[in-house]
T-cell receptor
Framework: AQSVTQLDSHVSVSEGTPVLLRCNYS??????LFWYVQHPNKGLQLLLK??????LVKGINGFEAEFKKSETSFHLTKPSAHMSDAAEYFC??????????????FGAGTRLAVHP | DTGVSQNPRHKITKRGQNVTFRCDPI?????LYWYRQTLGQGPEFLTY????????KSRLLSDRFSAERPKGSFSTLEIQRTEQGDSAMYLC?????????????FGEGSWLTVV
């Protein structure tokens, strides 16, 4: 079965410093992987996705993630944090057994705090 | 394209009452999903529709829960005889099987508090 582990429940950075949010996945198949962001009282917004093309994926707002099959990781990074990046971030894997309709399996989330 | 719309955004109900949530997907999206998110957790899959057909239900969806999508457009999620454990945010999402990548778009969610 597919699963996702987000290694940090909380990450705190200073504005202008790099961001690293860690995610490991477990999958018996070649997975599709996503990062979603959730701002307070808002819905989930797709940041980026990996679907077996380039292993380095660029997303919105300067975020990127690298798929590393040997490490079963899909860490999210950003070179310079902005105050508006403060939010909850979810690493997500699709359920390959879901018949192609992309049932999403979410990690528990990482809350990113950005300090001035 | 107005995005996925959910109503009501917040609902407070007494234990034992019935509640219904509505989801309007992005127009032309043939796939519609319901997820549930409790505090401090990631969303969990509840059920999935392709057009009007409900193709899968999670074991999380007890007999008190029922979801419909009668005309393949909007959907409703009804919870009967609510319990305190039902308190959560209910998220609706939609996608198109015809769009490249089948990206899933989420609504802002409906918060349920059972007192």
């Amino acid at each position: 079965a597919q699963s996702v582990t987000q290694l940090d429940s909380h990450v705190s950075v200073s504005e202008g410093t790099p961001v690293l949010l860690r995610c490991n996945y477990s999958s018996s198949y070649s997975p599709s992987l996503f990062w979603y962001v959730q701002h307070p009282n808002k819905g989930l917004q797709l940041l980026l996705k990996y679907t077996s093309a380039a292993t380095l994926v660029k997303g919105i707002n300067g975020f990127e993630a690298e798929f590393k099959k040997s490490e079963t990781s899909f860490h999210l990074t950003k070179p310079s944090a902005h105050m508006s990046d403060a939010a909850e971030y979810f690493c997500v894997v699709t359920d390959a057994l879901s018949g192609g309709y992309n049932k999403l399996i979410f990690g528990a989330g990482t809350r990113l705090a950005v300090h001035p | 394209d107005t995005g996925v719309s959910q109503n009501p955004r917040h609902k407070i109900t007494k234990r034992g009452q019935n509640v219904t949530f509505r989801c309007d997907p992005i127009s032309e999206h043939n796939r519609l999903y319901w997820y549930r998110q409790t505090l401090g957790q990631g969303p969990e899959f509840l059920t999935y529709f392709q057009n009007e057909a409900q193709l899968e239900k999670s074991r999380l969806l007890s007999d008190r829960f029922s979801a419909e999508r009668p005309k393949g457009s909007f959907s409703t999620l009804e919870i009967q005889r609510t319990e305190q454990g039902d308190s959560a945010m209910y998220l609706c999402a939609s996608s198109s099987s015809r769009a490249p990548g089948n990206t899933i778009y989420f609504g802002e969610g409906s918060w349920l508090t059972v007192v």
